[in-house]
């Protein structure tokens, strides 16, 4: 992928990952990046639906619709379809989102958090999600002008479009557009947490990236450089135990944090 530069130490790491953060007009250091990490280079950036297999486009409104049902108690009465999505995927639930962070060390954390991982070479993407307004449809633009916004809320979508088959009915134009969830929990705010979306559940977002190489770039992290980076992390307390606030959280933040380091150097028997 030419968009992808591997760094060599965690100070390179740092200068990428904060790459073209000065904004000119506010006089202020505001990325325009959001960023995703991956415990794997090779991995695409899929959706859990996607991950599905089979038919998975004709299973989103049925997956969606038992959500909305069995989870009523969980629910507002009347709630958008947007909360909706993002409430089931945060749950858990197999939907079109993809999970992103505005946090830098948030996405290092995920590159890093799965020790059996550490013999292979991880990434982070980097994606601006200012300039990715500049291929929304007019409606969308309109949108997100009117309200002075560089990413969209469950209200500001809800305003003119009320189903997911609404929003892929302007899918001739093929676009992503980045969704900020209501602060349903701790784990959301902790995470700095926000969505992508694909015009329709069958474009794959890393294939559209490539189409549009200017919006991002891609850090390659060295397997050698894990440690480093996960005992840095550690450190700065950007663990599970903060990110996943209560008690799975703090188990999987102690079981890592007391793994042997031998079991993890690309021994077999961490595979």
């Given at each position: 992928?030419?968009?992808d530069?591997r760094v060599?130490n965690?100070s390179?790491?740092?200068?990428?990952?904060?790459?073209?953060?000065?904004?000119?007009n506010?006089?202020?250091?505001?990325?325009?990046?959001?960023?995703?990490?991956?415990?794997?280079a090779?991995?695409?950036?899929?959706?859990s639906?996607m991950?599905?297999?089979?038919?998975y486009?004709?299973?989103e409104?049925?997956?969606?619709?038992n959500?909305?049902?069995?989870?009523?108690?969980?629910t507002?009465?009347g709630?958008?379809?947007?909360n909706l999505?993002?409430?089931?995927?945060?749950h858990?639930?197999?939907?079109?989102?993809?999970?992103?962070?505005?946090?830098?060390?948030v996405?290092?954390?995920?590159?890093?958090?799965?020790l059996n991982k550490?013999?292979?070479?991880?990434?982070?993407?980097?994606?601006n999600y200012v300039n990715?307004?500049?291929?929304l449809?007019?409606t969308?633009?309109?949108i997100?002008?009117?309200?002075?916004?560089?990413v969209?809320?469950?209200?500001?979508?809800?305003?003119?479009?009320?189903?997911?088959?609404q929003?892929?009915?302007l899918g001739?134009?093929?676009f992503?557009?980045f969704?900020?969830p209501?602060?349903?929990?701790?784990?959301?705010?902790?995470?700095?947490a926000?969505?992508?979306?694909?015009s329709?559940?069958?474009?794959?977002?890393?294939?559209?990236l490539?189409e549009h190489?200017?919006?991002?770039y891609?850090?390659?992290?060295p397997?050698e450089?894990?440690?480093?980076i996960?005992?840095?992390?550690?450190?700065a307390?950007?663990?599970?135990?903060?990110?996943?606030?209560?008690?799975?959280?703090l188990?999987?933040?102690?079981?890592?944090q007391?793994?042997p380091?031998e079991?993890?150097?690309g021994?077999?028997t961490s595979?």
């Open positions: 992928m030419n968009n530069v060599a965690w390179e790491l740092q200068d990428l990952l904060f790459r073209d953060s000065f904004d000119i506010l006089g202020r250091f505001r990325s325009p990046f959001i960023f995703r990490g991956l415990s794997e090779s991995y695409e950036l899929k959706t639906l991950r599905l297999g089979g038919s486009q004709e299973l409104r049925h997956l969606l619709r959500f909305r049902k069995y989870a009523h108690r969980s507002v009465s709630e958008s379809v947007w999505l993002a409430l089931a995927q945060h858990g639930l197999p939907t079109r989102l993809l999970d992103w962070t505005y946090s830098p060390f996405a290092l954390h995920f590159a890093t958090a799965n550490f013999d292979i070479d991880g990434a982070i993407w980097c994606v990715s307004n500049d291929y449809p007019d969308l633009k309109r997100i002008r009117e309200e002075g916004s560089n969209f809320t469950p209200q500001m979508l809800g305003v003119e479009f009320n189903s997911i088959k929003l892929d009915a001739e134009q093929r992503v557009l969704l900020e209501p602060s349903m929990d701790e784990r959301i705010v902790n995470q700095h926000l969505f992508s979306m694909m329709n559940s069958q474009l794959l977002m890393s294939k559209w490539n190489p200017g919006l991002f891609r850090i390659i992290i397997a450089l894990k440690w480093e996960r005992d840095k992390l550690d450190q307390n950007i663990t599970e135990r903060v990110l996943f606030p209560g008690l799975d959280g188990s999987s933040w102690l079981k890592r007391y793994s380091k079991l993890h150097d021994d077999e595979l």
